[in-house]
């Protein structure tokens, strides 16, 4: 499986400003996810980001919030923007293919005030 | 939607013994289903998965198993040791896009 290293582990970040996650694969995957995990909840998908196009984002998610690139097959960031006190929560990325299973970056663990 | 839902929600059992978790999924293009430990402060990691060809998958003391017609999947984790404590959370994913959703997660306590 592969090997997801995630940056930065944790922040504090002020509101109405932004941050940028990134997520380096040790290979080539054929999908990439952005996950938030509230603490004691489950993982909310928030979009599929696609090599090379705009990201696939899910329901109540929205580009101009959360953008995301994927430059290439190992690569990925998503970017909370404009960040309020409710933006605070784990963001996960995942990497992988049904072919060989997905794997979990460390998460960010992000906080708003 | 692809909708998942995960039963118990919490589970408590006697180290020994074993535990069972059950999932159910909507939609019937589903065609893999993965397992994920998640322990206090860490990343969820993949412990076991089954694709929809195979009705029953076993690795040491974890096995999950699947009934396609009746949409619904099981983790039995047997003999269970303390380091078996963790919340558990199933997933399933399309055929047309691979997206991965999870179901609501189980707190698994491990008794002495």
């Known amino acids: 499986s592969a090997v997801i290293s995630q940056k930065p582990s944790r922040d504090i970040c002020q509101r109405g400003t932004s941050l940028t996650i990134q997520c380096q694969v040790d290979?080539?995957?054929?999908?990439m996810f952005w996950y938030r995990q509230q603490p004691g909840q489950s993982l909310t998908l928030i979009a599929t980001?696609?090599?090379?196009?705009?990201?696939?984002?899910e329901s109540g998610f929205v580009i101009d919030k959360f953008p995301i690139s994927r430059p290439n097959l190992t690569f990925s960031t998503l970017t909370v923007s404009n960040m309020s006190p409710e933006d605070s929560s784990i963001y996960l990325c995942?990497?992988?293919?049904?072919?060989?299973?997905?794997?979990f970056g460390s998460g960010t663990r992000l906080t708003v005030v | 939607g692809e909708n998942v839902e995960q039963h118990p929600s919490t589970l408590s059992v006697q180290e020994g013994d074993s535990a069972v978790i059950k999932c159910t999924y909507s939609?019937?293009?589903?065609?893999?289903f993965p397992w994920y430990k998640q322990e206090l402060g860490k990343r969820p990691q993949l412990i076991i998965d089954?694709?929809?060809?195979?009705g029953e998958k076993k690795d040491q003391r974890i096995a999950v198993t699947l009934n396609k017609t009746a949409k619904h999947f099981s983790l039995h984790i047997t003999e269970t040791q303390p380091e078996d404590s963790a919340v558990y959370f199933c997933?399933?994913?399309?055929?047309?896009?691979?997206?991965?959703?999870f179901g609501k997660g189980t707190r698994l306590h491990i008794l002495p």
């Open positions: 995942s990497g992988g293919g049904k072919n060989y299973g997905y794997t």
């Open positions: 290979s080539q995957v054929t999908m």
């Open positions: 980001a696609n090599q090379g196009s705009e990201a696939t984002y």
């Open positions: 939609d019937s293009a589903s065609n893999y």
């Open positions: 089954i694709r929809s060809n195979v």
């Open positions: 997933a399933a994913t399309l055929n047309r896009d691979d997206k991965i959703i």
